[in-house]
């Protein structure tokens, strides 16, 4: 998803001086599950079942979702029509960075997750992912038409919440991630409700499982507006 390790260094440095200034920066946390694929490669020649194969294999974090100064945003769908009751849309990308290490706000959040993976349950095997990696992505919201719907959504939601904070002369967010991952600790529900079922399976038989707390399917959940401007819009909670 780059063309040199070079540009990867750049894009980066651009994201931190966004961050620097004020700016929050969101990614799509891709499509196609953790294998960037929504189905297996068709046709007849060799190559073919080798992309299977591996594309089953492993887990393929995509950039820049997975770069440590971005936002990384899944997708949910409603069901049955229930908005009341989000799941994991089936394309939502996620999983871990085999480039970046994780940061310190994630730890507690992630090792718990990964504490309770059961390969039993259709968890990839550990030789498949780099649990030591960036983990994403790290909330989501609606995504009926994949992650380039829910990044947006999701922009759109703290713009509002940026409003909000200079209209009370308060300073821009600029880079969530510690806020983000203190906020739904200490206040687990409110900011973002819990999405608990769903997968990054797609075409294949292993994959991460959304489950309760933050997990790399749809992150933290999907956002809470009073929640958001009690813990975002303002500085007295966080």
């Known amino acids: 998803m780059f063309l040199s390790q070079g540009q ?18 969101f990614g799509s946390s891709g499509d196609g599950g953790s294998h960037f694929s929504f ?18 294999e492993f887990q393929f974090p995509v950039f820049p979702t997975t770069s440590p100064y971005v936002t990384s945003v899944g997708g949910t769908v409603w069901e049955n029509d229930d908005a009341s009751n ?3 849309w089936s394309g939502s990308g996620g999983g871990f960075s085999w480039q970046f290490g994780r940061a310190k706000h994630q730890e507690e959040a992630v090792m718990q997750y990964l504490g309770n993976m059961n390969e039993s349950t259709g968890f990839p095997q550990p030789s498949s992912f780099n649990n030591q990696g960036r983990a994403y992505p ?20 703290f713009s509002l919440i940026m409003d909000h904070r200079l209209n009370n002369n308060l300073a821009p967010l600029g880079f969530l991630g510690p806020r983000l991952y203190e906020v739904n ?9 819990d999405v ?3 997968n990054t399976k797609t075409s294949c038989d292993n994959g991460f499982g959304a489950t309760k707390g933050w997990d790399p399917v749809t992150g933290w ?13 303002e500085d007295s909670s966080a």
């Not at 600790?185 to 409700?193: D, L, M, S, V």
Request: hydrophobic fraction near 40%.
């Open 138 to 157: 790290d909330l989501a919201a609606v995504s009926v038409d994949g992650t380039s719907q829910s990044s947006p959504t999701m922009a759109g939601i």
């Open 196 to 198: 608990v079922d769903g």
């Open 39 to 56: 189905q297996p490669f068709m046709g007849f020649k060799p190559i073919v079942s080798t992309l299977n194969k591996i594309a089953c």
């Open 221 to 233: 959940g999907r956002p809470e507006w009073d929640g958001l401007v009690k813990h975002f819009g």
């Open 86 to 88: 989000p799941i994991a």
């Open 185 to 193: 600790q200490k206040y687990p529900g409110e900011a973002f409700k």
């Open 8 to 25: 990867v260094d750049r894009i980066n440095a651009a994201f931190k001086i966004l961050g620097a200034r004020g700016v929050t920066v």
